[in-house]
């Protein structure tokens, strides 16, 4: 049951998050996305094999916290009004959208706390853990996509904030290593502890709300 709670809401929070990505590309100038097909919520359009299917299913079944990734949207920054300054904007766009998705989830469930003496207790029970999920599932993958590590959005995010020479350096180190740091976090599971204290802090600001 609880997988099939998890598999749906995950695979949507993915396919908003690179959607979000190519929007944005769009918004600023940029129709790579849209001529290549990507800027739909089609999910056969955003799948990747290893990050939608294989990553999502390996942390579930070892405990790991819950994320993944889909097939990055193409952006041209050659075609954005300022290239670095807007490819920081396309990169903070994924997460953004899946903390929005939290708050969405957040809001809901408080309004199923308050309506919870009318409704059926089995309409409660399953609205609770659907809402939780679509809580964790978000708040994990805007926290794991906000690393600092290229070809994370966290990465790019970062490129897009230091200096020019700086910048080439750290883009330079991270295009050539960051994908193998990135596993290396998953399959050690070390990415847990950098995880778990953002997500914690998060999961707490939510809270508030109810």
Known sequence: MELLLFIPILFFSIILHEFAHGYVAYRLGDQTAYYSGRLTLNPLKHVDPVGTIGVPLLCYVTGLPLFGWAKPVPVNPLRLPSPRKDMGKVALAGPAINLLLAVGFVLVLKAVILLQG???????????????????????????????????????????????????????????????????????????????PPATFVLGMLSKIL
């Open 118 to 196: 009318v409704l059926a207790a089995q309409t409660v029970r399953s609205a609770f853990a659907f809402l939780q999920y679509g809580i964790l599932i978000n708040v994990m993958l805007a926290v794991f996509n906000l690393m600092p590590i290229t070809p994370l959005d966290g990465g790019r995010i970062v490129t897009a904030l230091l200096p020019v020479k700086a910048a080439l350096v750290y883009d330079r180190f991270f295009s050539r290593f960051g994908m193998w740091l990135v596993i290396g976090l998953i399959l050690t599971g070390a990415v847990r502890y950098l995880l778990l």
